[in-house]
């Protein structure tokens, strides 16, 4: 089992930045991979930034240039610096972890969301 810890959301005006974190703990093996997701009230969960080893991050259209999804491997917490928020930035925000062994089925863990609420 991986248990999550996620923080770092809150309110912002619009133009500041934020960032979240999301520690790791437990049953982390060799092979990971994370992403954050969020949620806004009455839309889909949608990707926002991912990162696997040995791969480039990955971003969502929009938050490409104003988002970056980083990791410190010995503190197991993957980070996401958000700057030049916008009020659609505005959502729940799920941290991702996927991890295993090599030549096995991943295991699948959710942070407990944090949120962040941009203002105009």
């Known amino acids: 089992q991986v248990q999550l810890a996620e923080s770092g959301g809150g309110f912002v005006q619009a133009g500041g930045s934020l960032r979240l974190s999301c520690a790791a703990s437990g049953s982390i093996f060799s092979i990971n991979a994370m992403g954050w997701y969020r949620q806004a009230p009455g839309k889909q969960r949608e990707l926002v930034a991912a990162m696997s080893s040995g791969e480039n991050p990955s971003y969502a259209d929009s938050v490409k240039g104003r988002f970056t999804i980083t990791r410190d491997n010995a503190k197991n917490t993957v980070y996401l610096q958000m700057n030049t928020l916008t009020p659609e930035d505005t959502a729940v925000y799920y941290c991702?972890?996927?991890?295993?062994?090599?030549?096995?089925?991943?295991?699948?863990?959710w942070g407990q969301g944090t949120q962040v609420t941009v203002s105009s």
């Open positions: 991702k972890w996927e991890t295993r062994r090599p030549g096995t089925i991943k295991s699948v863990y």
